[in-house]
């Protein structure tokens, strides 16, 4: 089986400006997380999806959003970008009833 | 707020020299996993343990969950180079579909 693909896997922005990051999960895993990771916070949770519906959201400003398609593959989306979103952004898909998660090679996300 | 606080920080270690890495936290979690990241790849997970008290070995590593199901530590026998990278715990709660990461060891192994 293929692992989770992210795209892209680098991305540079202006302050302002939005992106939208891509997460294709494993095939048959119907959960996919979201996570940002930088040197000083570490790695801190953005939100999950499960069957489009959006099951739990982490402490980030309205400006983090996302959606999960009906193939389970979901997109993020951050508007308004900010200095302090650069960051390597990580999805995460998992199997139903497994508690184990599968890590893209995330996005490097740049803003100037 | 959940928090899961990794000691060390920072290691640095020869060759054939053991160490020990604990995760430790107030809250009780459901189950834990550690994660081994490399530069530029997402987390690896090594191992999952769900019971108070669990220990589980895989090859030169021991992972042992705390009786509370607090805390955890991982125990590497003879570091090898290749054991270079980014350790990570993860707590998991039933029911709230997120992970809450520790913030992390940075362990390198000098040949």
């Known amino acids: 089986k293929a692992g989770v693909t992210q795209t892209p896997r680098y991305l540079i922005k202006t302050r302002g400006q939005q992106v939208t990051l891509s997460c294709s999960p494993i095939?048959?895993?119907?959960?996919v997380s979201w996570y940002q990771q930088t040197p000083g916070q570490g790695l801190q949770f953005l939100f999950e999806?499960?069957?489009?519906?959006?099951?739990n959201k982490g402490n980030f400003p309205g400006r983090f959003s996302g959606r999960q398609f009906s193939n389970s593959r979901s997109e993020m989306n951050v508007s308004t970008l900010e200095l302090g979103d650069s960051a390597l952004y990580l999805c995460?898909?998992?199997?139903?009833?497994?508690?184990?998660?599968?890590f893209g090679s995330g996005t490097q996300l740049s803003v100037l | 707020t959940q928090l899961l606080e990794q000691s060390p920080q920072f290691l640095s270690i020869q060759e054939g020299e053991n160490l020990t890495v604990y995760c430790n936290s107030s809250?009780?979690?459901?189950?834990l996993q550690w994660y081994r990241q490399e530069p530029g790849e997402g987390p690896v997970l090594l191992v999952t343990?769900?019971?108070?008290?669990e220990v589980k070995k895989l090859k030169r590593l021991t992972f042992q969950f705390g009786d509370a199901r607090k805390d955890s530590s991982l125990h590497i026998t003879a570091a090898q180079p290749g054991d270079t990278g980014l350790y990570l715990c993860?707590?998991?709660?039933?029911?709230?579909?997120?992970?809450?990461f520790g913030t992390g060891t940075r362990l390198k192994v000098l040949a």
């Open positions: 343990v769900v019971t108070g008290g």
């Open positions: 999806y499960f069957s489009e519906t959006q099951r």
């Open positions: 993860a707590g998991a709660t039933s029911g709230t579909y997120k992970y809450i």
């Open positions: 095939s048959g895993h119907r959960s």
């Open positions: 995460a898909s998992k199997e139903t009833g497994s508690e184990k998660l599968f």
């Open positions: 809250s009780v979690f459901s189950s």
